[in-house]
């Protein structure tokens, strides 16, 4: 039987520290603690909830949700980011797919895939010597058909359940990645929700996060962007762990970055 050891969230934005020295330091130090707590979990696998941004998916075949099976995936290398090698794990991968498809979900094969920074910003900050093995799950938050936060819900709880099934008892961390509040390409990019954002946190670390199901994309697009619409994958995370508290590690309402940045860590019971 496999085990979620750990669960945490952060934002998978970097900017420059230009006349944010403070806010940007406090947030890399967030980062880096959840980078500790990530190792310390002394994890099998990490299984990352995260979007892609117009790099590996196409509108001639959307899905509200993608895993990557690859054995090793070569990140693309957008914003400067390395292009190192990350293991996959093949294995767990693909009876996630299977599982998920039996289930009900209508789940696409993410290959060939080049992992932007989604999923590469997070992986850096805890696994910067790319050894331990990660599972992508894309969930979609630009194509549709979008996922509703309910099917997002539906995605961690069946997830979790996978997870507990496993023969091979496995050591699995979630991170989920995105967020928070922000506008991509459109006239209100560099506005930061500090409310919405706070809303957001406070009701994942109070052990409500699948509270958040019962949002609607059409206001989360209103009123927090459709970079906000990244928080389906935050919702993915409480929805493996209903009820569990946690706590916010970082929160840094960053203008110059265009995004609410944020982190988190869910406690499983």
């Known amino acids: 039987?496999?085990?979620?050891?750990?669960?945490?969230?952060?934002?998978?934005?970097?900017?420059?520290?230009?006349?944010?020295?403070?806010?940007?330091?406090?947030?890399?130090?967030?980062?880096?603690?959840?980078?500790?707590r990530v190792r310390a979990r002394t994890p099998d696998l990490i299984v990352v909830l995260t979007s892609d941004h117009l790099n590996n998916f196409s509108l001639a075949d959307p899905a509200p949700f993608a895993v990557g099976t690859a054995a090793s995936?070569?990140?693309c290398g957008d914003m400067g980011l390395p292009r190192d090698p990350v293991p996959g794990a093949p294995d767990f991968a693909e009876a996630l797919l299977a599982g998920l498809r039996v289930d009900g979900l209508q789940v696409a094969r993410a290959e060939p895939l080049e992992p932007d920074h989604g999923v590469m910003i997070p992986m850096g900050i805890v696994d910067p010597q790319r050894t331990t093995p990660m599972v992508p799950v894309y969930v979609n938050s630009v194509f549709y058909p979008d996922p509703s936060p309910a099917t997002c819900r539906d995605l961690g709880a069946l997830l979790a359940r996978f997870v507990d099934g496993r023969p091979l008892g496995e050591r699995v961390?979630?991170?989920?990645?995105?967020?928070?509040s922000h506008w991509v390409g459109m006239a209100r990019e560099g506005e930061v929700i500090e409310a919405w954002d706070r809303q957001i946190l406070s009701t994942m670390v109070e052990g409500r996060?699948?509270?958040?199901?019962?949002?609607?994309?059409?206001?989360?697009?209103?009123?927090?962007g459709n970079g906000g619409l990244e928080i389906g994958a935050w919702i993915a995370l409480a929805g493996a762990l209903p009820g569990a508290k946690g706590e916010c590690l970082f929160y840094e309402p960053m203008p110059s970055w265009a995004t609410g940045m944020a982190g988190i860590e869910l406690i499983p019971a």
Not at 9 to 34: K, T, Y
């Open 73 to 75: 995936f070569t990140p």
């Open 1 to 36: 039987m496999g085990s979620i050891v750990g669960a945490f969230a952060m934002s998978h934005q970097l900017g420059a520290p230009d006349g944010v020295e403070e806010a940007s330091e406090r947030v890399f130090q967030g980062m880096r603690e959840i980078g500790r």
């Open 209 to 224: 996060g699948v509270m958040l199901a019962d949002l609607d994309n059409s206001a989360i697009l209103a009123e927090a």
């Open 173 to 180: 961390v979630l991170l989920a990645a995105g967020g928070l």
